[in-house]
């Protein structure tokens, strides 16, 4: 039976001059860092449906590799497995004594000839069939999942959805999601606000190259996207909906948002959220099925923006979620 975990601390402190949402989301995105890791094993993943996914595995020694915790870390909306976010949790990680596997949803980190489907938040199952390979190919024998953002929904539901169906791998031990996007669809209407739509405008153009890269790919199932889309809601409307089985965009939200089944995880959890984080947003249902839950650790910020965290740097990057994330896991080593 899993008991909940220790907090790990819980006092975030920004850096003196990036007390903003934003200072903190852009910083966090544009400073630079050091990539410490081993050179990974490539390795490709067949699901279900037929489609492939790329991981980056990085592990200890021989002797310690079935035995170490294996932490996989899977990223954002147009985020892949080389995000500044993935690589830094992976360094601590590693350096931790842990097994790290740096995932890719279906179609990033130049992959969109693996598969002809789209990713979306809701492909829970993508990282479940990931996650399982590695138990019974590698015989690992203790297993976290963390997920940043759309990743840190996809990490959230696929836990609730093996604790509902009693189906979780007695060798998953812990979850992690930062900044998870639990609530999909006053989220995607966050990102709309005139003060968000830098961040829309990023998402978007990246989704239209890869929309351009999936119709010269496969032209009989894919039709070249216009020149923009007005929203990101409109691009859920008119692209993921109709291609990946939903009846619209609130249909997608609705049935995509890991706040419908976070009442149902049964490992130890921890959930980071910003307060002024600029887009990511939380309903006060979705905060009280998180409270309620015994298996959730549940550190809300005020400050942190979204997947930054930046702290001074004492003694370490002063990237704090990071940090949060390889004590709480670090905790089943």
Known sequence: MHTKAQPTESQFVPRAWLRG???????????????????????????????????HCHWQPARERVAALTLVIIHGLEGSSASQY???????????????????MRNCGGTEK??????HSGMSSDLGAVAKALINEDHLSRIALAGFSMGGNLVLKLAGEWGRDRTAPRELVAVAGISPAMDLAISSDALHLPQNRL????????????MMRKATLFPERFAR???????????DEKVTAPYSGFTGADDYYARASSAQVVEQITVPT??????????????PETRARIR???????????HGGHCAFLAE??????????????????QFS
């Open 292 to 302: 309620a839950n015994p298996n959730i650790t549940f550190l809300e910020t005020d």
């Open 114 to 119: 693996m598969c002809q489907t789209l990713y």
């Open 86 to 104: 993935v690589i830094g949790t992976s360094n601590k990680a590693f350096a931790a004594g842990m097994n790290v596997v740096r995932m890719n």
């Open 270 to 283: 921890l959930i980071i959220h910003a307060g002024d984080d600029p887009f990511i947003k939380l309903t």
């Open 225 to 235: 996207p216009p020149r923009f889309w007005a929203s990101l809601r409109e691009f």
């Open 21 to 55: 949402g934003h200072a903190q989301t852009l910083a966090g995105n544009f400073l630079p860092r050091q990539n410490l890791l081993v050179p990974p094993e490539e390795r490709l993943f067949t699901l279900e449906d037929g489609a492939q996914v790329l991981c």
């Open 313 to 330: 740097p004492n003694g370490y990057d002063g990237r704090w979620a990071e940090r949060q994330i390889v004590e709480f896991v670090g």
């Open 199 to 210: 961040y829309e405008w990023k998402f978007l153009w990246g989704l239209r190259r890869r």
